[in-house]
């Protein structure tokens, strides 16, 4: 069944023959956040960078979306063949959310011997990247997507306003899956509600991530908004974002990125 935006110093820096030559740029954040249609506008409007990006495809246990397609989006398995790859060591199982992913851990090594190679999906897997021991020597560059600013966060995290983030965070999420889900499906099921209840739960924990992300970029626009394709040039935040992701790409940090701390974000249940 199987098949930085400042380059951190590494052994391709002193000349080894033998270095990974391949910047691995993981771009995470939660479901419907606008992670896809982020890498798709990439396409649209900087060509010849995404064109330089290796697109790191893993297996998932869930089914495919509405256009997703096998073998380009995901490699799409059942629960229990993904489950049998804990057993070789050749691949990293995770679970992501309700599902079940694997990643393929000598075809990332391949592809960054090709060139830069990009993950784009949920921030447990680009944590994953980020700490599995056998990538300890890649150059990075971790870019996690929010639908929430920093400012805001510290805002609504405020004594005084007294806000549960986390149950605003996931009303925030559960509005925009269920707008994404309505327009790919038209009627939805109980089980997709329940897909949705838990990824729109998961979000607050994956804000919680942000921090070991190299750079955040805040964007309100997720995969639910039109303003990636109703017209023909992006709009409000998708276009600030895909901007923002653009220049990172080339090495240079834009105005409006973040860098988060630790301690941005309460524990769940907590307010400060």
């Given at each position: 069944?199987?098949?930085?935006?400042?380059?951190?110093?590494?052994?391709?820096?002193?000349?080894?023959?033998?270095?990974?030559?391949?910047?691995?740029?993981?771009?995470?954040?939660?479901?419907?956040?606008?992670?896809?249609?982020?890498?798709?506008?990439?396409?649209?409007?900087?060509?010849?960078?995404?064109?330089?990006?290796?697109?790191?495809?893993?297996?998932?246990?869930?089914?495919?979306?509405?256009?997703?397609?096998?073998g380009?989006?995901?490699?799409?398995?059942?629960?229990?063949?993904?489950?049998?790859?804990?057993?070789?060591?050749?691949?990293?199982?995770?679970?992501?959310?309700?599902?079940?992913?694997?990643?393929?851990?000598?075809?990332?090594?391949?592809?960054?011997?090709?060139?830069?190679?990009?993950?784009?999906g949920?921030?447990?897997?680009?944590?994953?990247?980020?700490?599995?021991?056998?990538?300890?020597?890649?150059?990075?560059?971790?870019?996690?997507?929010?639908?929430?600013?920093?400012?805001?966060?510290?805002?609504?995290?405020?004594p005084?306003?007294?806000?549960?983030?986390?149950?605003?965070?996931?009303?925030?999420?559960?509005?925009?899956?269920?707008?994404?889900?309505?327009?790919?499906?038209?009627?939805?099921?109980?089980?997709?509600?329940?897909?949705?209840?838990?990824?729109?739960?998961?979000?607050?924990?994956?804000?919680?991530?942000?921090?070991?992300?190299?750079?955040?970029?805040?964007?309100?626009?997720?995969?639910?908004s039109?303003?990636?394709?109703?017209?023909?040039?992006?709009?409000?935040?998708?276009?600030?974002?895909?901007?923002?992701f653009?220049?990172?790409?080339k090495?240079?940090?834009?105005?409006?990125?973040?860098?988060?701390?630790?301690?941005?974000?309460?524990?769940?249940?907590?307010?400060?």
């Amino acid at each position: 069944m199987p098949r930085s935006a400042q380059p951190s110093s590494s052994r391709r820096d002193k000349g080894d023959p033998g270095a990974r030559r391949g910047r691995l740029v993981i771009l995470s954040g939660p479901s419907c956040v606008g992670k896809t249609p982020l890498h798709k506008a990439l396409g649209r409007f900087y060509p010849e960078l995404n064109g330089r990006l290796h697109k790191l495809v893993l297996f998932n246990s869930r089914s495919p979306r509405p256009g997703e397609i096998d073998g380009k989006d995901y490699h799409f398995r059942t629960r229990a063949q993904i489950d049998e790859l804990r057993s070789d060591n050749r691949y990293a199982v995770l679970e992501v959310r309700a599902d079940l992913q694997a990643l393929d851990i000598p075809e990332l090594e391949s592809l960054l011997q090709q060139g830069d190679v990009l993950f784009e999906g949920s921030s447990f897997v680009g944590r994953a990247l980020q700490t599995n021991s056998r990538l300890a020597s890649v150059n990075r560059l971790s870019i996690f997507i929010s639908p929430l600013s920093k400012e805001e966060i510290a805002y609504l995290k405020a004594p005084e306003r007294n806000v549960s983030l986390p149950d605003l965070l996931t009303d925030v999420m559960r509005r925009k899956l269920l707008r994404r889900t309505t327009r790919q499906k038209m009627h939805l099921s109980l089980k997709d509600l329940e897909d949705i209840e838990k990824r729109a739960v998961s979000a607050y924990r994956e804000l919680q991530e942000g921090w070991h992300f190299d750079y955040v970029i805040a964007n309100h626009d997720g995969e639910d908004s039109d303003n990636w394709d109703a017209f023909y040039y992006l709009i409000g935040d998708a276009r600030k974002s895909l901007d923002a992701f653009a220049e990172l790409l080339k090495g240079s940090t834009p105005a409006n990125i973040e860098k988060w701390d630790e301690n941005l974000l309460p524990e769940s249940g907590s307010r400060d």
